[in-house]
């Protein structure tokens, strides 16, 4: 009961009135107030009571100072209680009807009725919080979260304004965080034009910078994922950089490519491919571009899409027909096979030992078997 | 009666799988009508039902562990559907009139048959002609009356033959 002052009872300007209940009789704590009965009165900005007989008695309690509230049920003689939970009082609070009091929280008992509604009323201006958007034009103590800081905990008052506050940080902290990330992107938008305009400036003077830089620079804006300017304009017919990339591939992929039968899928070449280059990776996009070079600049090898979707990387010297008519002879052989058993078979993958299964089924050599023991191929008897 | 002879391919797994590839596809669906047509007419079987077929031996290989899937079947039957053999019974397509020889080719064998013994212009009830004494070793002995029906109109369409109704039922007089 200490946090409240005396007060004239007059309402404030911006202040309103919510709702007014008589017959309430004040409790510090679970002790009765050395107080009559009176009535309360809920503004937008405080609690305020007054006597009903002595009108010049009256007090106040700004609605800040509520930590939380909750009901407590009528019992045999007893009537139903608000019980209000109150921040300590600032030092600099106006004198009022307690110095000191032992409890930090007061009761509001309801003798005729109405505590219901002033209950919702409560906790409307407690959520609204009005008080804060319309400041009432006489100064108010008020005491906020802040400037509570680390009080001691009391209890289970104690342990909810611990997790209020670690709430509210955890809140702060997130859109702090956030914040950064704008900060990065937009920087990052900064960086994309820096790099952008310097890459143009390299085209405008090609003849100053060496190409080995000039390549280099580029491989370091696609591997930042910004697109070529360059290659933009000449779209199809490639970029220096993919070009000498297909020629580094064609020289890096002769070996293996032999070591699997002629045929890799695009998919076992990229890994390859960065496994070997450690730094400097290649990116998805840019194997499929110098890959797609491979005819137009006459290198051995050549990428090729099957009707499944499933690309490959083969030398040119491997021949369809000798690999179809070898799938054919080993089906033959073994009366029949599972896209797995022929992958076993010739050391290939299952992927590509499938697609050359299928590709034998598409030309009629083969034809298939669909069960539930699984597909199988057997030669085309039919 | 002999015991049936499955055709090579019985025995080949992949032809009870319904082939992607459109020309392997097209040989395969021939082979399965033929087998389905000598199989019903070994049976002298005139009516299938879709769902009782996929469990009989046409359609199901025990030895092989392989049976076609009930689209594959309905894939066979519009076949046999479009090149006449077939007709669907009801509009649910779980029945049908399976003609392992078409009515006119039936008619043809019984007026042979007739004119054979000079029995032209005379009359003969359809049930002496499906099951009587002198019949018996006819192909058409036994022929289900529906298709008897439809041999005789098809004969009644070429001038040979005209369906009358007798006291107990119908009759035909060829000409």
């Known amino acids: ?382 | 009666m002999q015991s049936f002879e499955w055709p090579w391919q019985y025995n080949f797994p992949p032809f009870f799988t319904l082939q992607p590839n459109v020309d392997t596809r097209q040989k395969q669906l021939a082979a399965w009508c033929s087998l389905a047509l000598s199989y019903c007419r070994h049976r002298k079987l005139y009516t299938l039902d879709v769902l009782e077929a996929q469990e009989s031996a046409l359609f199901n290989n025990k030895k092989i562990s392989r049976k076609l899937s009930v689209e594959a079947i309905q894939v066979i039957f519009e076949e046999l559907r479009k090149k006449g053999n077939l007709e669907w019974m009801d509009k649910n397509k779980t029945r049908c009139l399976i003609m392992w020889r078409r009515p006119e080719e039936w008619g043809k064998l019984i007026y042979q048959w007739v004119s054979k013994n000079g029995m032209v212009n005379s009359v003969f009830t359809l049930y002496e002609l499906s099951s009587g004494e002198d019949t018996e070793s006819e192909e058409f002995h036994g022929l289900e009356e529906w298709m008897l029906l439809r041999a005789l109109q098809a004969l009644q369409s070429e001038g040979k033959a005209e369906v009358i109704s007798l006291d107990d039922g119908k009759g035909v007089k060829f000409f």
């Open chain 1, 1 to 382: 009961m200490d946090r409240f002052v005396w007060s004239n009872g007059l309402l404030e300007i911006n202040e309103t009135l919510v709702i007014q209940q008589r017959g309430v009789r004040l409790y510090d704590g679970d002790d009765k107030a050395k107080l009559d009965v009176g009535v309360v009165l809920l503004s937008t900005h405080r609690l305020v009571w007054r006597d009903q007989k002595n009108h010049e008695c009256c007090i106040s309690i700004p609605l800040s100072q509520i930590i939380f509230f909750e009901e407590q049920a009528a019992g045999v003689g007893k009537s139903a209680k608000i019980v209000i939970h109150l921040h300590p009082a600032p030092t600099n609070k106006e004198p009022g009807p307690y110095q000191h009091s032992k409890f930090s929280y007061i009761k509001l008992s309801f003798k005729e009725h109405g505590q219901i509604e002033f209950y919702r009323r409560l906790t409307e201006e407690m959520t609204q919080k009005r008080w804060e958007n319309t400041p009432a034009s006489q100064p108010i103590p008020t005491a906020t979260a802040s400037q509570a800081g680390r009080t001691r905990a009391v209890g289970i008052v104690g342990i909810e304004r611990k997790l209020e506050e670690k709430r509210k940080e955890t809140d702060k902290n997130i859109s702090e965080a956030f914040e950064d990330l704008n900060k990065l992107m937009v920087k990052a938008k900064e960086m994309v034009e820096l790099s952008r305009s310097i890459a143009s400036k390299i085209k405008e003077k090609q003849g100053d910078i060496t190409e080995d830089e000039t390549i280099r620079f580029k491989s370091y804006l696609l591997s930042m994922g910004i697109a070529d300017p360059v290659t933009r304009e000449t779209h199809g017919s490639g970029t220096h950089y993919h070009m000498q990339l297909a020629k580094q591939l064609s020289d890096m992929l002769q070996a293996p490519l032999e070591e699997r039968g002629g045929m890799m899928a695009l998919t076992e070449v990229y890994c390859l491919v960065n496994r070997a280059r450690g730094m400097e990776l290649l990116s998805p996009e840019d194997l499929v571009n110098a890959c797609k070079m491979f005819e137009s600049l006459k290198l051995p090898l050549r990428l090729r899409v099957f009707d499944s979707g499933v690309m490959v990387v083969q030398l040119q010297s491997h021949s369809e027909e000798e690999m179809i008519v070898s799938a054919l002879d080993n089906v033959s052989d073994k009366g029949s096979l599972t896209a797995e058993e022929f992958a076993k078979l010739l050391g290939l993958s299952v992927l590509l030992s499938k697609e050359r299964l299928l590709l034998a089924e598409k030309m009629g050599h083969l034809c298939r078997d669909d069960s539930v023991e699984g597909l199988r191929f057997y030669p085309n008897l039919f």
